[in-house]
DNA sequence: AATGATGTTCCGTATTAAGGAACGAGATAA
DNA sequence: TTATCTCGTTCCTTAATACGGAACATCATT
């Protein structure tokens, strides 16, 4: 175990029992550590936001970095939780394969999938990773991102054409994106895999982001245009249900 | 800024992108470290539950800690907000001072006060602080709390006799707790103060804990007996309409 | 069975973090 | 006001410590 980690690690112990805060010196003693090095430990953790000193007098306490990053976790408890009736409804609704995905770095993460018995049996597996640039999911998601998160997270990839309908510009996506945006929802036209066409609606989580998204996925000989039309509010109504339990306050429009 | 804590943290924001979780050799590409470095730094990080491994394929991902910190911070920011139209009305009521505290440390720490203008000056002051074991609030956190943690508390703290009401060992505190907890109140009968009484209820959280306090502060002159008997219920009221829009489920009985 | 990729452990070295002391800033008291 | 404490911050030297490389183990893939 690495010791200044460990001591830093301590000193959030000792934070979350004095939420009111504590000077540099009370830590010190509570480390039984040199002042320096209580200091010291203390700036790294406060350069990334762990603690936060009040201006007046350093006093120290747990900082607001604590929130972000239990949204993520608790989410990703309850995410699964929440959405397994809706999405087997609606994949018993279409007998068609429905997948709850999750952004994860700069790929989507598929967390859940609902398979109807009679559907014919698609390659797809929990625990899988795809693309966000020609995947519904992905673009779901993406196209509700803030425009420099989109970047950077484009910025990673290398957007290969995996069929002839990819699209393999960041340019041509951001055009998709408006489309997607007016719509509030996305299309995915043999763009990943031949003969695989899906319809995709982002969710959104009660801080307004969208980081997960659920498909349908079927052979483009069942996922007919007309049909389509038919899922499409079906889709949207189900992430929407999905987004509102997660806290999700949709904007008055 | 120390180096492997800030590599330690630095991990922590991979992660946080990565809610799916990443592998040993993927975050010592990304941090641009030794993989040994790398697995030395999540295990300083496990050890405290900022990550879990996934039993299979030791993919690394962030842990349940952050869901036990976040609530301290969020709740800190909440409390003061929710509590004051209530203490307010409890102070309007009464024309006594009424305080809120919170556990901090082995010690409560003063968070608010509302003072009725009619009101002969006491001193107190937010920010202050108070033992736990001569204080109306004091008592009825500790009251509630379980007793391994009690015993801890109290430990590091010489019960000192502020007044001849005073009581100095543990085992008359916990006599008394058992009162305490049948009433759901707390009496302060001059045990800190010299002609300062007071009757303090606890506050739960969303997690059933007891780490706030409210309390109604005045002279033995206006704290006769019977006028208690009339402010007992409406500080009990307030602090469980406080604890409800904390979150707490009240316990059916 | 062999190859490759992963996570884990070990160990010597040099980087790095620790502690002490000096400094600065504020508060308190004379 | 000035002097004295206490606290937070900075600097610098030293040696403890965390680093990286390599070896090992485990597992999946071919």
């Given at each position: ?87 087997e409804k609606l994949s018993r609704d ?22 109807n ?137």
């Amino acid at each position: 175990m690495i010791q200044s980690v460990t001591r830093a690690l301590d000193i959030l112990e000792f934070l979350k029992l004095n939420p009111g805060g504590l000077g540099v010196t009370e830590i010190a003693q509570k480390l039984d550590v040199a002042k320096s090095t209580a200091h010291r430990l203390l700036a790294s953790l406060e350069e990334q936001d762990y603690v936060q000193k009040t201006g007046k007098d350093s006093i120290y306490s747990l900082g607001l970095k604590f929130i972000e990053m239990a949204e993520v976790v608790t989410e990703n408890l309850k995410i699964v939780d929440i959405a397994r009736p809706l999405i087997e409804k609606l994949s018993r609704d279409t007998g068609e394969i429905v997948h709850l995905v999750m952004l994860d770095g700069n790929e989507v993460l598929y967390i859940d999938k609902v398979e109807n018995a009679s559907t014919i049996r698609i390659y797809s597996q929990i625990g899988r990773r795809g693309p966000l640039y020609c995947t519904g999911v992905g673009k779901a998601i993406l196209a509700y991102l803030p425009e420099d998160e989109v970047d950077q997270l484009l910025a990673g990839v290398t957007m290969q054409p995996f069929t002839e309908y990819t699209l393999t510009t960041p340019e041509e996506l951001k055009q998709e994106f408006q489309t997607i945006r007016a719509n509030a929802f996305a299309y995915d036209n043999e763009e990943h895999e031949r003969g695989i066409r899906c319809v995709a609606a982002p969710i959104f989580d009660h801080t307004q982001k969208s980081r997960y998204a659920i498909s349908i996925t079927g052979p483009i000989t069942r996922m007919s245009d007309d049909i389509l039309r038919e899922y499409i509010p079906w889709t949207k109504e189900t992430a929407l249900a999905i987004s509102r339990k997660m806290g999700f306050n949709p904007p008055k429009s």
